[in-house]
Nanobody, 115 residues
Framework: VQLQASGGGLVHPGGALRLSCESASNNGRRVKPRAWYRQAPGKERELVARMSPGGMVEYVDSVKGRFAISRDIRKNTLYLQMNSLQPEDTAVYYC?????????WGSGTLVTVSS
């Protein structure tokens, strides 16, 4: 049961990145990715954005208007488009999903915003 996050990197303030979260098949079953979290150095992990099965989205206040969560149901992939990145967005970003009733965390991808 795996979730693989990718797309992180080093970007200047004001730049953009798109994160992807994919699920590997487990005997034909896949984790359903549903949310992005992040954890900055010395801080607790926080919810960044999530999408309900019906498509309703929710964002933490600090990213509203800059980040957008989306998904490709056919590919079972969750995305996070991050625009106007700021140094305070620097963190390891994790995707989260469900495998049945099991809560699953992805591997994380590092986003560094620095000049």
């Amino acid at each position: 049961v795996q979730l693989q996050a990718s797309g992180g990197g080093l970007v200047h303030p004001g730049g953009a990145l798109r994160l992807s979260c994919e699920s590997a098949s487990n005997n034909g079953r896949r984790v359903k990715p549903r949310a992005w979290y992040r954890q900055a150095p010395g801080k607790e992990r926080e919810l960044v954005a999530r999408m309900s099965p019906g498509g309703m989205v929710e964002y933490v206040d600090s990213v509203k208007g800059r980040f957008a969560i989306s998904r490709d149901i056919r590919k079972n992939t969750l995305y996070l488009q991050m625009n106007s990145l700021q140094p305070e967005d620097t963190a390891v970003y994790y995707c989260n999903g469900l495998f049945g009733s099991l809560n699953v965390w992805g591997s994380g991808t590092l986003v560094t915003v620095s000049s």
